[in-house]
Every structure is written in structure tokens, then in C-alpha cells.
């Protein structure tokens, strides 16, 4: 993913003790992430990690929450809106596994198998911005902002107009 806005975490180096961490980006971080998101801007971004890693079972649980504030635009109106994103989330990686390992837990217990990582790092920044792109609308709409349909042509006159209707009067 994008690197401008990065918080990689070695997984050597990680205590026992549960950890918090708090990332929020600055203007500069602000824009790129405008561009990774695809919005028109982002006016706010901070995400909150607590890790907890259990050193015999080879495992750390993530649990946080990331914040933004995005300016979007509807797909209805066109107009743009902003829209605060509050998206809990919650993580399992197995520090050890490997992808054939991961192949063989996923095949026994599904989507609750740990997630792997990879070259012993871990970016939490990719994991705040993935959580919030999973809460993001693909389409989204000013609140209270309906979409009608209205036909630009008269349906019982083309219903009329249709060839085998034409024939079918004909025959009678």
C-alpha cells in the first residue's frame, strides 16, 4: 500500500505487557490519504491500537478503532457532504505461521483462523486505513438523499409499439 502515511511495527520488539499506540495524520498525510481513499478530502484521520501478545501461543490480538472525518461526493446530486467514520476493529496474528500453515489453519477453522505476518512486520497505519475503506460506502448519498427513477419515455406506448404486440393485433 501508499507509504507516505506508515506506522511499521517489528514484531521482535513487542513486550509482553499490553501496548497502546495512537496515530493521527498530519496536513501533508491529510492529502495523501485524500488520493488513497479516493474522496474529495479527508478533514480528520486517527486510529487507536491496543496489542496484547501471548508469547507461547505465538499469537497478538489487535483491538481499535479508527476516526476520520471524509468529505465525500453523492452520487445522486453531486453536491459534496462530510460524513465521521467511527469503525471498531479487531485483529488475530499468528506471529510464527507460515502460508502453507496458514492454508492448513484456514481449510480447519475458517475465518477464524489468524491472520499471518509477514517478514516479522506489521503496519498499523495499512490496517486503520483498511478497516475504514471496509466502512466506506461504494456509493454514497447525503443523508436523507433518495434516488427516483422517472422513464424519459411513455412505457404503455412503447409496451404498444413492440413488434410481436404490432403483429398480434394484426393477426386478429
Known amino acids: 500500500m501508499q507509504k507516505e502515511f506508515s506506522f511499521p511495527l517489528n514484531i521482535d520488539e513487542l513486550h509482553r505487557q499490553?501496548?497502546?499506540?495512537?496515530?493521527?495524520?498530519?496536513?501533508?498525510?491529510?492529502?495523501?490519504?485524500?488520493?488513497?481513499?479516493?474522496?474529495?478530502s479527508v478533514k480528520s484521520f486517527e486510529a487507536s491500537f491496543f496489542l496484547k501478545l501471548n508469547n507461547k501461543e505465538h499469537l497478538l490480538n489487535i483491538e481499535g478503532e479508527v476516526k476520520a472525518e471524509l468529505e465525500l461526493?453523492?452520487?445522486?446530486?453531486?453536491?459534496?457532504?462530510?460524513?465521521?467514520?467511527?469503525?471498531?476493529?479487531?485483529?488475530?496474528?499468528?506471529?510464527?505461521?507460515?502460508?502453507?500453515?496458514?492454508?492448513?489453519?484456514e481449510e480447519l477453522l475458517g475465518d477464524a483462523a489468524p491472520d499471518i505476518i509477514e517478514n516479522g512486520m506489521l503496519d498499523l497505519a495499512d490496517l486503520a486505513l483498511e478497516q475504514l475503506s471496509l466502512a466506506m460506502e461504494d456509493y454514497p448519498r447525503k443523508p436523507g438523499e433518495t434516488f427516483h427513477f422517472k422513464p424519459e419515455f411513455d412505457v404503455e406506448k412503447t409496451?404498444?409499439?413492440?413488434?410481436?404486440?404490432?403483429?398480434e393485433r394484426l393477426k386478429k
Open 18 to 40: 499490553e501496548q497502546q499506540y495512537h496515530l493521527r495524520a498530519d496536513n501533508a498525510q491529510l492529502k495523501t490519504l485524500k488520493d488513497v481513499l479516493q474522496v474529495e
Open 73 to 105: 461526493q453523492s452520487v445522486v446530486s453531486l453536491e459534496n457532504f462530510f460524513k465521521t467514520y467511527e469503525v471498531p476493529f479487531r485483529y488475530c496474528f499468528d506471529t510464527k505461521a507460515t502460508y502453507a500453515e496458514f492454508k492448513k489453519m
Open 159 to 167: 409496451e404498444q409499439n413492440k413488434p410481436f404486440a404490432v403483429l
